[in-house]
């Protein structure tokens, strides 16, 4: 009897694992840990799978970010080799974009017809970069012709290439810090398998639209679950300065994004009432910062952020669209406990299960207020006043189990320090080094029906 009920469960499995080694295409949609990107892929996994029945392919869709939760809740799946080292099979050919992502999986018969999976094929919509920047070390170490994909257009991997990359050390540790996922993954795919990715605007696309396109990039858009219009009183930005940029940062800053908002806060080592800033009572640091983010929440809390749903968090280098900012946020509940930011890692290995996330703090960093209560909670004081306060941020933020959200509209580096191609309407912008601020700012930050409007209010604030 029991031999008979093994030979049972023996052809159960064997008939199970070739129908999952049939599987041909796996999609591995990329976005944050949190309920918006659960409901697209939810979404997106029923069309996907409704148009591969249609084509006869077996496909399998998996949330990176979401269907790989474990009790250590891994923190690095955003930077897809995590991910991929999880995933339960090896398909012939993988798909990898962002949640955002638009996906039509009827042209990829045709694109695969000549092709084939034990070969190392990577594929995608490929950005370079104009000057070396330092997001990407400068391009150290970069092939001649090095692209790498645009994320939110997909990109496709072969059975060769994933094989090779689940060939790593999964304890192997990341370098360092994890700042650009889509250049760090491509330089680890010429590394282990030495080949460039290809790129084919036509089926991985951005920009222009074909009906060959396979993926097509895609910005954040309210579901009509979330939408709700958000007033400019129920956002508070306090801005991290000192007495030393007070005449040269603020007055950029005045006479660019903050001039109209009502709700700001410029936050100072010193009062000065004719601009006016507030005396945080901490001094200035020379890098850090972090014990003057910390006396901005408690400000937020008990002084300046009554009926505000979400604090805005900027350098006094930071130039930011409010009007952009505004429509980013009205996607997202207040009530929920997040962080939203430009994500960056540091201290991941392969399989993910060390590190933490944390959200750059030049780009700017909006949190909700139970957010903001969870951090204090968790994390009462900085270990030192000098402690990097963004990486304090996200080393309190795991310990919390506050997510945090990715924006790519949100940059910690300056508008050159991008593929031009990447730029989808900017949110933010950090460094005024070798730039003219004004300039950044009216040509990547400003609408064309807001500059009639700006140019006709616009009166330059002397401070």
Known sequence: MMIAVQMRLTIILSVFLHLVESNNLTVLLVGSKYKLTEQRVIEKRKMILADCQEEKLVCSVVDALNDFSTENDPQGMWTMVPAILKLPVVSDWIIIAEDTSELNIKPLKHFIKNKSHADPIFIGFGLQDREPTIIHHFGMNTPDGFRYPMLSAGFILSRNIIEAVRKVDRNERWSGFAIDAKYEFALLVHKWSNIIMEHSPESFCCGEHFDTCIVSCALPA????????????????????????????????????????????????VENLEIPTVNLGVGNTERGHCVKTWAIFRR???????????????????????????????????????IIGERYGFGFIMSGESGYDYPTGGSGMIFSRSAVESILKTCPTCAADTDPDDMTIGICAVTSGVPIIHEQRLHQARPQDYAPEYLQEPISFHKFT???????????????EELDKQENDYTRTEL
Not at 254 to 262: G, L, V
Request: some cysteine; proline content about 4%; aromatic content about 10%.
């Open 222 to 269: 309210p579901s009509i679950s979330t939408e709700t219009i958000l007033s400019d009183s129920e956002i508070h930005v306090m801005i991290k300065t000192f007495e030393g940029h007070h005449k040269t940062r603020l007055s950029v800053l005045k006479n660019t994004w903050t001039s109209n908002i009502p709700r700001i806060e410029y936050c100072s080592d």
């Open 434 to 448: 070798d730039v003219d601020p004004i300039q950044v700012y009216y040509r990547y930050l400003v609408e064309f």
């Open 300 to 338: 937020f809390l008990d002084v300046s952020g009554e009926g505000a749903k979400w604090l805005v968090i900027a350098d006094d280098d930071t130039l930011m669209s409010w009007k952009r900012l505004k429509k980013m946020l009205e996607i997202y509940d207040p009530r929920d406990n997040i």
